[in-house]
């Protein structure tokens, strides 16, 4: 457990609503990351945080955008959800002297 | 850029068989390479990873994987698996260094059933 908790868990929203999803950390790591999981494709990196206030794309950010403004919290913006966001999103981090990514518990979201 | 596959979505097995799942990765840069296991509603935990020195890596649960870098593989085994093995797997790729910048790529998961 390194400390990362997702909130919310579970949430059900319409088509065309924003959807902020959020990602807190305890323990001050520089790196964070924002996943979804998709049966059949693993798990595609939608954008990433080396710092505050500094992100980057990943490879499946159309339609989604990312804010850190302090270290500890790494927030996912749908801005207009569609149903083909419906997934399960996972945020992780990444020790700054370590190779590995630890995740947290995962937030499952369906769009109607 | 890398990027991973995982050559078997699905792999059943029968408790106490030896069971292999396979990973091929591709990378311009040298890699960090990594095995992760998902059981049902929970994230993703480290099963073993590999970043330099021996090619076999041990990990837990009784895993182990080997690096080869001939063939770009890393495949995972296990000598007699149990039905509690029963989960998601996923092989991942990272890039050493800054020249492979901060991301962690995956594959796209094999699902391994252990039968009684």
């Known amino acids: 457990d390194a400390g990362i908790t997702q909130s919310p868990r579970h949430k059900v929203t319409e088509t065309g609503t924003p959807v902020t999803l959020r990602c807190h950390q305890t323990?001050?790591?520089?790196?964070m990351y924002w996943y979804r999981q998709d049966p059949g494709h693993g798990l595609r990196l939608i954008h990433y945080?080396?710092?505050?206030?500094?992100?980057d794309k990943g490879e499946v950010s159309d339609g989604y955008s990312v804010s850190r403004s302090k270290t500890e919290d790494f927030l996912l913006t749908l801005e207009s959800a569609t149903s083909s966001q419906t997934s399960v999103y996972f945020c992780?981090?990444?020790?700054?002297?370590?190779?590995?990514?630890?995740f947290g518990q995962g937030t499952r979201l369906t769009v109607v | 850029a890398q990027s991973v596959t995982q050559l078997d979505s699905q792999v059943p097995v029968f408790e106490e068989a030896p069971v292999e799942l396979r990973c091929n990765y591709s990378?311009?840069?040298?890699?960090?390479l990594f095995w992760y296991v998902q059981y049902p509603n929970q994230g993703l935990q480290l099963l073993l990873k590999?970043?330099?020195?021996?090619?076999l890596v041990k990990g837990i649960n009784g895993f182990e994987a080997e690096f080869n870098k001939s063939q770009t593989s890393f495949h995972l085994r296990k000598p007699s698996v149990h039905i509690s093995d029963t989960a998601e797997y996923f092989c991942?790729?990272?890039?050493?260094?800054?020249?492979?910048?901060?991301?962690?790529?995956f594959g796209a998961g094999t699902r391994l059933f252990v039968k009684a």
């Open positions: 991942a790729v990272k890039g050493t260094g800054n020249t492979g910048g901060f991301k962690t790529i």
């Open positions: 323990e001050n790591h520089r790196y």
């Open positions: 990378s311009s840069v040298s890699v960090y």
């Open positions: 945080s080396y710092g505050v206030k500094d992100t």
């Open positions: 992780a981090i990444k020790v700054t002297d370590g190779a590995e990514a630890f």
């Open positions: 590999y970043l330099s020195g021996s090619t």
